[in-house]
């Protein structure tokens, strides 16, 4: 082998970029509250559960009152109607991108909830999306339900009125 | 600044507390399990995180896979009323470290330090590689096994250990653990049925190797009036220093620790007799390496709780070696105790705590 680098080797100037690919693979555990979450998207419903000291209620829920700090224990069943409480209307293309675009992608409060969580927003041009719809979820056939939010095609909504902006102000 | 020279506030190891440890805790998330050992370590001394003036957590993103999870574990102590929070990406032990200096400053009275990980939800040899050199080291992917036994062999070669003496290290640890129920290797194994086990890589056989383990830990700090309303016998922290060597591991005599040896002078390890120590050594020969830096000699009970050979939950491990050398000195066992943590390949890093008893 030579003493030194070549003078090709050398003319090459300084590395500027190393690419060193890392993969690992993980199991994920959702826990016990999440775990009634998961088995409830199994059967078509929305578990949510309730903080013995401040009364909200979570969904999911990760088994404990992020506020209070103690054990949420009691199961409550929610509604399958909820209210937007905020939303955007996704229009620039990514890589992985499953919907067409244009698509709404929305926080939805469920009834009896105090947390919102993110749906999708079908069968409603997009410029008709606003604050405070009430919309409903639909779900996979019964026979492709599975402990997945993938149970949860999407939501649209409903013929109710619009919710009043204090009903869900503060879950903004 | 010799030991003596150093004025340091009394703070006392107030309460501890940690999980049962087992190999895969797949019923739980973070958050769950790390919920009934933050209750334990407030009840045990019958306060609440009202109590407490600040709060700090170890823990590591790489086991879990997925990023933030210590704000997700805050969870498990609820953000109301609001305290002043901080994290560091290392084992719970430097926590309790960053804690106890914000205690020093006097402002804060008592804190609560946690630590939580979980080893068994991805390969933790792999994962352990992750922190070595990103751009020389780590694209080779040296296992923390292979360079824990490239260490051992140096010990070996320098005349300093015996693999005889790694059996005897685990068989005495896995004894010792029969009498802690939280730990997770329990047996009672003489060492020469131990030297029969396989390598996994020479010259450390399973045995030399620390289990892999799901856990959590958590102690409650706490200075003046509060370390003497919360205890009949407080345990003082007299001495508390960690430092770091280099990461390249072609830089370093293997077969020593002088990092360790530079924190025990700092924290005053050799200013009285030290009745225990508890060791955070995860492999079998690392324990013979930190025991001679921090210059104890025959008379010392090492890991009576049974030391990281019996339990060894990333991240916590450390913490639980002050927890476990504290609750000794609570219990009258010992007077005057140190502990160890350790952190990075090798013994990079090295923390040692003295503690008294009143
Ligand atoms: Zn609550």
């Known amino acids: ?172 | 600044m010799s030991a003596a020279a150093r004025t340091v506030r009394p703070v006392s190891i107030a309460s501890f507390a940690q999980s049962q440890n087992v190999r895969k805790d797949d019923e739980r998330n973070e958050v769950e399990g790390l919920m009934p050992v933050i209750a334990e370590v407030f009840g045990n001394i019958g306060i609440t995180k009202a109590d407490v003036g600040f709060i700090c957590s170890g823990s590591t993103d790489y086991l879990i896979g997925g990023p933030f999870s210590f704000v997700m574990a805050l969870d498990a102590v609820g953000v109301w009323p609001p305290k002043s929070e901080s994290h560091v990406e290392m084992d719970g032990a430097w926590a309790l470290y960053e804690a106890w200096v914000l205690l020093q400053e006097g402002e804060i009275d008592a804190a609560l330090v946690y630590s939580f990980g979980r080893s068994s939800l991805g390969d933790l040899n792999e994962i352990l590689t992750l922190q070595m050199d990103p751009y020389y080291e780590a694209p080779l992917w040296p296992d923390i096994v292979s360079l824990s036994a490239l260490q051992a062999r140096a010990l070996i070669d320098a005349g300093k250990a015996t693999e005889a003496d790694f059996a005897a290290i685990a068989s005495r640890s896995r004894r010792d653990a029969l009498a802690n129920p939280k730990a997770q290797v329990r047996n009672d194994t003489a060492p020469e049925v131990l030297l029969a086990d396989d390598y996994v890589v020479a010259p450390l056989r399973r045995h030399a190797l620390p289990p892999i383990t799901d856990g959590a830990a958590a102690i409650v700090l706490a200075a003046g009036d509060k370390a003497l309303e919360w205890s009949d016998r407080p345990v003082w922290i007299t001495g508390f220093d960690h430092r770091m060597e280099t990461h390249s591991l072609g830089a370093r005599d293997l077969t020593s620790s002088p990092s360790t040896a530079k924190a025990a002078e700092v924290a005053g390890v050799a200013a009285g007799k030290i009745d225990i120590a508890e060791i955070h050594a995860p492999f079998a020969h690392q324990e013979i390496i930190v025991a001679e830096a921090l210059g104890l000699d025959d008379s010392v009970v090492i890991n009576p709780s049974g030391g990281p050979l019996a339990a060894n939950p990333m991240m916590s491990a450390g913490l639980i070696r002050i927890g476990e050398a504290a609750e000794r000195i609570r219990s009258g066992q010992a007077d005057r105790a140190v502990a160890h943590a350790t952190s990075g390949p090798c013994l990079q890093q090295n923390l040692v705590c003295v503690l008294e008893g009143a």
């Open chain 1, 1 to 172: 082998m030579a003493d030194e680098l070549t003078t090709d080797a050398a003319d090459l100037g300084p590395v500027t970029t190393l690419a060193t690919p890392i993969r690992l693979d993980f199991d994920f555990t959702p826990g016990v509250a999440q775990s009634r979450f998961l088995r409830g998207l199994e059967q078509g419903k929305f578990m949510g559960q309730r903080c013995p000291s401040c009364n909200q209620v979570y969904v999911p829920s990760r088994g404990s009152c992020p506020t209070d700090g103690v054990p949420t224990t009691e199961d409550v069943l929610l509604a399958n109607v909820g209210t937007v409480t905020t939303y955007c209307v996704v229009n620039v293309p990514f890589a992985g991108q499953s919907i067409e675009i244009p698509y709404i992608c929305a926080q939805v409060l469920l009834d009896g909830a105090n947390v919102s969580f993110m749906g999708l927003i079908q069968e409603i041009p997009t410029d008709q999306i606003r604050m405070g719809m009430r919309v409903e979820a639909v779900w996979v056939d019964e026979s492709d339900l599975t402990p997945s939010l993938a149970s949860v095609r999407y939501f649209r909504p409903t013929d109710e009125p619009d919710a009043d902006y204090d009903t869900y102000k503060e879950y903004l």
